[in-house]
């Protein structure tokens, strides 16, 4: 623990003479004390202790107050909506969802109604329920457009988070035209340096990545990142979405040393502004294993894979299509290190999630019938690799475009696989 002794704005004393252990420095800190956290040590893997290296900080520390008074204006209210916004930023879904319930059986107006709905849509997405969000986005939307002009931008914020829906489903059209209806909203009526005009650019990036088109995608992330930078607080969690981001299409284009330096600045950022078990955390520990997989450090991989487990075991519902990501690429390693059996019990895990959480033919689930074809490849077992390849190929048609990356692969493998036979 590091402390300034010229930090005159956060009362702290030495109690050393009071203590009940001689040795010891004992330091009392005031109520309202703020830390910085430095590097965290894992001491005893056996007991998972830390050892945390802590900096005091001053009540007029400039990059605390800037993120301390953008977070205060995202969660603005009163009462029980302003506690809402509030369980939702530190990751208590269940709660959340609780108190919104209870606030929506207490509602008298449609205002009231239309934000409680928009806000239960929230938490389903957190909790990866993607279907339910859409129709509490649905609901909140039919209310608003009673009483609203068509180019409001409460609108464009409902759009967005059905596009969002949509793209989490795999129906990347349908994400690309609610964006884009967001993105038309979001032009005329704010500022070019808007916080939530870098959002629209940012996801309509991600239905581009999504869909393959990394060109695309890089274009409208670095638009997003252009305006973040002259907006936000350098520490600010959508600074730590928009690097990550960019970090993804490097990684997508086999820039490994980019990717991982990207991925890493957005980790740096949510190792400072989010609680330790926070899914976002997660995020970070995922991409930065899947560059060391790329880069064919499978130890490595493993090891951050592992991290995001741990995180989404604790924090996600047991059949939160995150948790299935993380079993999958936790296979994806030990396929890689020729441990088929490991392999095949990850990839199976994710796939039982995944056919519980997602529809029919979302394009993740024809991921976990490719990777499971893969295991069964790499055993030689050609029939049943060419039954799992054959599955993720029907879907594939259906839900990404003819050129994407994933589908070429597919038909690459089909094609081994037969000549095998």
Partial sequence: MTIDPTVSS??????????????????LFSMHSVF????????????????????????????LRQLTDVIRREVTGSGWYRLGKLLLKIGQFDKAEELYMALLKQATDDSDRAHIYHQLGKVKWQQGQYEKEIT???????????TLPEDHPSLANIYNNIALAYNNMGDYSKALEFYEKAHQIKEKALPPNHPDLAMSYNNIGLVYNNMGDYSKAHEFYEKAHKIYEKALPPNHPSLAISYNNIGSVYNAMGDYSKALEFYEKAHKIREKALSPNYPDLAISYNNIGSVYDEMGDYSKALEFYEKARKIREKALPPNHPDLATSYNNIGLVYKEMGVCSKALEFYEKAHQIKKKALPPNHPSLATSYNNIGWVYRSSSDYPKALSFFEKALIIQQKSLPPNHPDTIDVISSIEYVKKKM
């Fill in 10 to 27: 956060t009362p702290f004393a030495s109690i050393r003479e009071l203590s009940e252990f001689a040795q010891e420095d004992e330091i």
């Fill in 36 to 63: 910085r956290i430095g590097e965290v040590r894992q001491i005893d893997k056996k007991n998972s202790l830390y050892e945390v290296d802590l900096t005091l900080t001053s009540d007029d520390d400039q990059q």
């Fill in 136 to 146: 509490f986005y649905e609901k909140t939307l039919e209310i608003e457009r009673k």
